[in-house]
């Protein structure tokens, strides 16, 4: 397992496993819960109740055929004959005669209910298949398993198709990477595929009947880490490298980047849902060349366009056309959706060696942000000319980083207009909220500020003195500390009052989780990365829909 920082709080961890199916996939974790019969009623049973049993047996067995039947012929049309006919062997089994046999006798001999007899007997048949020294048939112990689920779903009267451990992050798979123990072919099918962005399981060989159908869906799976569940949380963002039978937690920025390198492109993300009336999910972007991936999401704006990775990329300073031509391109893409611009933000942790600074013992609380725009006039002067030129095709709002009070914005923002004078623009002045000294006097702030956007990786760091990138400290730094809500808070009440509009920019505006406590401090609008807009907005709806 490797590790690497990915801002502060989200470990990017590495787990290597067994390429059931090839291809790239990012997505939100939902876990499957095969534990949903381990609590299962045994109870004993006499005289007419012993044929009650048997006779709720027989039923389930009819009604899981029937069902299997469905399956097998949806499997053919959607997928193919032979696919099909792993389901037709689920049939034979449970019109099996034998099998009904061992179970009913079970009942009777013991007195059991039908559920404990269907496991019990189930369960013999699975061990018996994983004990035989042969690949291709340790690999059908899974059918056993599929056809126990079924029965016992049938008879608890309990959803057979998915159901999610933590029900705050259940989409039933949708837009998610199904995790779970094994890959059983009936989850496979009957899961919602077409949403489906991947599978990781902890056991299943390149044989089982799941990885064929996982392949032929062209759905990217890798099996074979153990205690995935204890690893792995529902609604945490994984990778997995189908290529290289890798599933990588939380991967850090350049790991995406990498593996969509990888893909040529082609990464199954999670498919783009409706805008959420009320509450806007916009997207973060470093270049211009990542805007499709923003509209492909319908992102309702770009929340946050890190200009400095324009300069980083290309190594050098851009000339002013060099950037007009790429935040025309965005803000012409965005068609009339706003566009913020975060203003240059090199330094810190993002040192840039065509920009002399010299050695500073603190760089996080040095030459950064606000105060290097405030140094470096060329380049601001650039930055500025070519944004307000860019507005004329379409709403662009000029963001400056790292703001420590209304001073400096003003500052800024008459600095901007000064090198735009003589440029026919529209252009609004905001505030980066990462500083806490410019948070507590957001009210005086807002006043001349035209919008804000918090960003709280930054402002983790700076307000609990954590350094968002050492490993060390990582445990200290949590987006849950009840100061930090409490300021968005303050932040957001702030912007009201001035009638001024706030977004929340930083990494938890990306988790779902924390969505609906951001509604609840009134935020209303986010910018996430293009890849976590539809789970932003399903939580959003989802928080919607509670509060009705
Ligand atoms: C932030 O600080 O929250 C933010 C969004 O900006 P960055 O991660 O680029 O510092
Ligand atoms: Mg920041």
Same mark, same amino acid.
């Given at each position: 397992m490797? +590790? ?7 470990? +990017?961890a590495v787990f290597k496993g067994l390429t059931l199916s090839k ?11 095969? @534990? ?62 034998? #099998? ?5 006798? #079970? ?23 994983r004990?035989?020294?042969?690949e291709?048939?340790q690999d059908?112990a899974g ?30 798979? *949708?837009?998610?990477i199904v995790v779970s123990t094994e890959l059983t072919?009936?989850?496979?099918? +009957? ?7 991947g599978f990781v399981t902890e056991r299943g060989g390149s044989n089982s009947h799941a990885a064929i159908?996982a392949r032929?869906?062209?759905?990217p799976a890798v099996s074979g880490i153990p205690d995935i569940h204890a690893e792995i ?5 994984i990778?997995i490298n189908g290529d290289e039978g890798e599933v990588i937690l939380?991967?850090?920025? %350049? ?19 409706? !805008? ?10 470093? &270049? ?7 509209? $492909? ?21 851009? $000339? ?16 009339? %959706? !706003? ?11 993002? !040192? ?19 105060? &290097? ?23 662009? #709002? ?15 923002? $008459? ?20 500083? !806490? ?6 009210? *005086? ?7 804000? /956007? ?17 490993? #060390? ?12 809500? *409490? ?9 009201? /009052?001035?009638?001024?509009?706030? /977004? ?8 779902? *989780?924390?969505?609906? @406590? ?27 829909? @509670?509060?009705?």
């Open positions: 490797t +590790e690497a920082s990915r801002n502060g709080f989200q470990k +990017e291809g790239i996939a990012i997505a939100r974790v939902c876990r499957f819960n095969e @534990k949903r019969h381990s609590n299962m009623e045994i109870y004993k049973v006499s005289g007419e109740g012993l044929d009650r049993e048997v006779s709720r047996v027989r039923r389930a067995a009819e009604v899981a055929a029937e069902r299997v039947e469905a399956i097998r012929k949806e499997t053919e049309e959607k997928i193919g004959k032979a696919e099909a006919e792993i389901f037709s062997a689920h049939r034979m089994i449970l019109e099996d005669h034998s #099998l009904l046999q061992a179970i009913e006798d #079970l009942i009777r001999k013991k007195g059991t209910n039908a559920e404990a007899a269907v496991m019990a007997v189930l369960d013999s048949y699975e061990a018996r298949m004990q035989i020294d042969d291709y048939l059908r059918d056993f398993v599929e056809i126990k689920n079924r029965l016992l779903d049938i008879l608890r009267n309990t959803n057979p198709a998915f159901q999610c451990v933590d029900l705050a992050h259940c989409q039933r798979g *949708k837009n998610r072919p009936g989850m496979t099918v +009957e899961l919602d595929t077409s949403h489906t962005m159908l032929a869906l062209g759905i949380a529902c609604g945490a963002e990778a939380w991967p850090s920025e %350049k790991t995406v980047a990498r593996l969509k390198k990888m893909a040529g492109g082609i990464v199954r993300v999670p498919s783009a849902v409706d !805008p959420v009336d009320g509450f806007a999910v916009m997207a973060n972007i470093n &270049l211009a060349s990542e805007l499709d991936e923003a509209t $492909s999401m319908r992102a309702d704006g770009i929340g946050l366009y890190r200009t400095e990775y324009e300069f980083i990329t290309a190594g050098r300073f851009l $000339s002013e056309d060099e950037q007009y031509e790429r935040y025309s391109q965005v803000v012409k893409g965005m068609q009339g %959706k !706003p566009v913020i611009f975060r203003l240059f933000d090199a330094g810190g942790d993002k !040192p840039l060696p065509f920009l002399e600074s010299g050695h500073e013992e603190n760089p996080a609380l040095g030459y950064r942000g606000g105060r &290097l725009l405030l140094g470096h006039e060329k380049l601001f002067a650039t930055q500025a000319r070519a944004m307000a030129r860019a507005s004329v095709h379409g709403e662009v #709002l000029a963001m400056y980083p790292m703001v420590v009070d209304l001073e400096q914005f003003i500052l800024l923002r $008459s600095l901007f207009l000064e090198s735009a004078a003589g440029i026919d623009s529209n252009v609004k002045h905001g505030v980066m909220f990462e500083v !806490p000294s410019a948070c507590l006097d957001a009210r *005086k702030i807002m006043r001349e500020a035209d919008f804000a /956007s918090i960003g709280t990786n930054d402002l983790i760091q700076y307000l609990f003195a954590v350094d968002r990138n050492n490993a #060390l400290v990582a445990y200290d730094y949590s987006p849950k500390r009840a100061l930090l809500w *409490k300021m968005i808070g303050s932040m957001v009440r702030a912007c009201q /009052s001035q009638g001024k509009s706030i /977004s929340v920019c930083g990494e938890i505006a990306g988790d779902p *989780k924390y969505i609906k @406590k951001l509604m609840k401090k009134g935020v209303r609008a986010v910018s996430v990365s293009p890849r976590l807009v539809t789970g932003a907005r399903v939580a959003a709806l989802e928080a919607i829909e @509670k509060a009705k």
